[in-house]
């Protein structure tokens, strides 16, 4: 069986439902609901109907287009044990997790890790960025109403798909004459835009310098980590 999500209710499950039907799932269990919801029922109906199956001696597989979809890190590997603890399979369609796995096996423990690392990499791409900008004489986004923790909420958000106007609803202005109230989706725009902007000339001094960039996704690190043998 399968499994859809969506944060809000305006963003669309119709990409992820196609996925599913495209791989042969006809038992989809959808729901839209933030990663960050501590109950999301529809997962809950599609792991239990997984468990029952399994008890009755087929076996199960819950597949999901992306594993972002589940959670990352340590919310993605408590719900993988839960399923090893029952002999339920996981799948992933796409997305850095693709393919089949062992949700109690070592390479798939490994990879959850690596998977939750991104938001702590976000916050530290976000320091460089700005210090390699202010050296240059730029200013990231509205130097009146921005600082490194909204940009670092504002890039967690557009991750999750929000729009620029539900993003700039989330975020509130720290300091100056307008603390306290939401920043312009403009403002917003403009913030992640000059970000995206810094990031890749950083990312190309990186390559010429010969250096490795961890930020450029987890590909490099699975590449080494299978290559090893694991």
């Given at each position: 069986?399968?499994?859809?999500?969506?944060?809000?209710?305006?963003?669309?499950?119709?990409?992820?439902?196609?996925?599913?039907?495209?791989?042969?799932?006809?038992?989809?269990?959808?729901?839209?609901?933030?990663?960050?919801?501590?109950?999301?029922?529809?997962?809950?109906?599609?792991?239990?109907?997984?468990?029952?199956?399994?008890?009755?001696g087929v076996r199960a597989?819950?597949?999901?287009?992306?594993?972002?979809?589940?959670?990352?890190?340590?919310?993605?590997?408590?719900?993988?044990?839960?399923?090893?603890?029952?002999?339920v399979g996981l799948e992933?369609?796409?997305?850095?997790?693709?393919?089949?796995?062992?949700?109690?096996?070592?390479?798939?423990?490994?990879?959850?890790?690596?998977?939750?690392?991104?938001?702590?990499?976000?916050?530290?791409?976000?320091?460089?960025?700005?210090?390699?900008?202010?050296?240059?004489?730029?200013?990231?986004?509205?130097?009146?109403?921005?600082?490194?923790?909204?940009?670092?909420?504002?890039?967690?958000?557009?991750?999750?798909?929000?729009?620029?106007?539900?993003?700039?609803?989330?975020?509130?202005?720290?300091?100056?004459?307008r603390k306290g109230q939401?920043?312009?989706?403009?403002?917003?725009?403009?913030?992640?835009?000059?970000?995206?902007?810094?990031?890749?000339?950083?990312?190309?001094?990186?390559?010429?310098?010969?250096?490795?960039?961890?930020?450029?996704?987890?590909?490099?690190?699975?590449?080494?980590?299978?290559?090893?043998?694991?």
């Amino acid at each position: 069986m399968g499994y859809a999500r969506a944060s809000t209710a305006r963003q669309s499950l119709d990409s992820q439902l196609d996925s599913l039907a495209a791989a042969g799932v006809t038992r989809v269990f959808s729901e839209k609901i933030s990663t960050r919801a501590t109950k999301r029922p529809e997962l809950e109906k599609a792991v239990t109907l997984a468990r029952e199956i399994r008890a009755s001696g087929v076996r199960a597989t819950l597949v999901v287009h992306e594993h972002k979809r589940l959670g990352r890190g340590i919310d993605l590997a408590t719900l993988a044990e839960e399923l090893r603890a029952t002999d339920v399979g996981l799948e992933f369609l796409t997305g850095e997790l693709q393919g089949s796995h062992d949700p109690g096996g070592v390479v798939f423990t490994v990879l959850a890790a690596l998977s939750g690392m991104e938001r702590e990499y976000i916050r530290d791409r976000t320091l460089e960025g700005h210090e390699s900008a202010r050296k240059r004489g730029k200013s990231i986004g509205g130097a009146s109403v921005t600082d490194d923790d909204m940009l670092g909420m504002a890039l967690h958000l557009r991750g999750q798909e929000l729009s620029l106007r539900e993003i700039a609803t989330r975020l509130v202005i720290t300091k100056g004459a307008r603390k306290g109230q939401h920043p312009s989706p403009a403002t917003v725009m403009r913030m992640l835009r000059e970000y995206d902007e810094q990031t890749a000339i950083t990312d190309l001094v990186a390559a010429n310098d010969g250096a490795p960039d961890r930020e450029t996704g987890l590909a490099p690190l699975l590449t080494t980590y299978f290559a090893a043998g694991v």
